[in-house]
């Protein structure tokens, strides 16, 4: 013989389970940053150079910049690395700088500059194994750019790849 009892639907429970589990992640998850919007401040960040030294993103007012992130073992980043690279070098003497950060990991030097080398980059490469920047910048994937003007705003965000040699991106830089 059963006991009565309070009989709760199942959909019931579920729901509840589900609000109980959606305000659990709402609770250990950190407040995160607003969305970068066009025109808003570019993250400072500042990184390891491939070649040494430091590189921050203050640093380069008064320049066009071309914020590239990408890794060695990215296909679509293999792909546009030679025209990012032709980009810059036709338009680096009118203030126009490209900046590429590797999110390879920990360790990883030797293999981005084999990539560096494999396909003769001249722009700086700048290092994030930690993906503090690409975090900053709420990066969804890489191949990923940004377009950020001399005053240091945000004016554009290029996700994928890109064959960065058509006018339309020379015309957007100048």
Do not use: H
Request: with cysteine.
């Amino acid at each position: 013989m059963s006991k009565p009892g309070i009989r709760v639907p199942p959909l019931l429970l579920g729901l509840g389970g589900l609000a109980l589990v959606a305000s659990f992640l709402v609770w250990i998850r950190p407040f995160s940053a607003p969305p970068l919007r066009s025109g808003a401040g570019a993250p400072e960040l500042t990184l390891d150079r491939l070649s040494g030294g430091e590189f921050s993103l203050s640093e380069t007012r008064g320049r066009v910049v071309f914020l590239n992130f990408w890794a060695t073992w990215c296909a679509p980043c293999i792909e546009e690395a030679p025209s990012l690279d032709r980009l810059y070098r036709s338009l680096r003497n009118e203030g126009f700088l490209v900046a590429a950060v590797s999110i390879d990991g920990p360790g990883e030097r030797a293999t981005v500059n084999a990539f560096r080398s494999r396909f003769d980059l001249s722009f700086p490469i700048l290092l994030d194994p930690g993906k503090r920047s690409y975090e900053a910048y709420q990066v969804t994937g890489v191949p990923e750019t940004f377009l950020i003007d001399p005053e240091g705003r945000l004016v554009e965000r290029f996700v994928g790849p890109r064959d960065w040699s058509r006018p339309r991106y020379a015309d957007a830089v100048r």
